[in-house]
């Protein structure tokens, strides 16, 4: 199947340190989502592109559509503790389908 | 609360029991979706649901998982013949309109259900 691919897998930071961390894929994708999943919850979604070279930005964060529509980054600025969890990509192949492909995570540790 | 609740939130079965696990998506959401999640990993879709009608089950592993929302509101995930590989945490998501791209899916805080 269609398979997504996450870097770095895990990575240690310092708090107020920014981060930034990537999704690809080989697929072309018409929709990019990043989620973050807190332990013992289900995935929160953060941010959400729709377009080829889109940047979107939430707060601290930042995410943009790669303009080859494979790949996507997200960006966190100045990090705090409760950044801490396994931030996901996730995309669409169609705009007609209901599922989407889950990367594998990255997870992201802040030290004080 | 008004969020996507899952029960039981953890489940041990001996391999070869059957399971069923319960979502209750949230009041009025039309799409309510199963994913697997295996440890490490992220989330897999399973199936998908619009009202009660299960239109795409494409993700499900095998004839042994089975899954319903017959009033188009709670939905059950059944999983017969359980083996090891089954052992994973079942997330399930809705979301209020037909579940398109631009439709948000809110998760629950899954059921971790553990095979020995």
């Known amino acids: 199947g269609q398979q997504l691919n996450q870097s770095p897998q895990s990575m240690f930071i310092q708090e107020g340190e920014d981060v930034s961390m990537n999704c690809t894929s080989s697929s072309i994708f018409n929709t990019w989502l990043w989620y973050k999943q807190d332990p013992g919850e289900g995935p929160v979604l953060l941010i959400a592109l729709y377009k080829a070279g889109e940047l979107t930005s939430n707060g601290r964060l930042t995410a943009q559509f790669g303009i080859t529509r494979k790949d996507s980054f997200l960006n966190i600025s100045a990090s705090i503790p409760s950044d801490v969890g396994i931030y996901f990509c996730?995309?669409?192949?169609?705009?007609?389908?209901?599922?989407?492909?889950f990367g594998p995570g990255t997870r992201l540790s802040v030290l004080p | 609360g008004a969020g996507v609740s899952q029960s039981p939130r953890y489940k041990v079965a001996k391999r070869g029991q059957d399971v069923a696990l319960r979502c209750d998506p949230i009041?009025?959401?039309?799409?309510l979706f199963w994913y697997q999640q295996a440890l490490g990993q992220g989330p897999e879709f399973l199936t998908y649901f619009q009202n009660e009608a299960q239109l795409d089950k494409s993700g499900l592993p095998s004839d042994r998982f089975f899954a319903e929302r017959p009033e188009g509101s709670v939905s059950t995930l059944k999983i017969q013949r359980t083996q090891q590989e089954d052992s994973a945490v079942y997330l399930c998501?809705?979301?209020?309109?037909?579940?398109?791209?631009?439709?948000?899916?809110?998760f629950g805080p899954g059921t971790r259900l553990t095979v020995l």
């Open positions: 998501a809705s979301s209020l309109g037909a579940g398109g791209p631009t439709d948000t899916q809110y």
């Open positions: 009041s009025g959401h039309v799409s």
């Open positions: 996730a995309g669409q192949l169609n705009n007609y389908g209901q599922n989407f492909v």
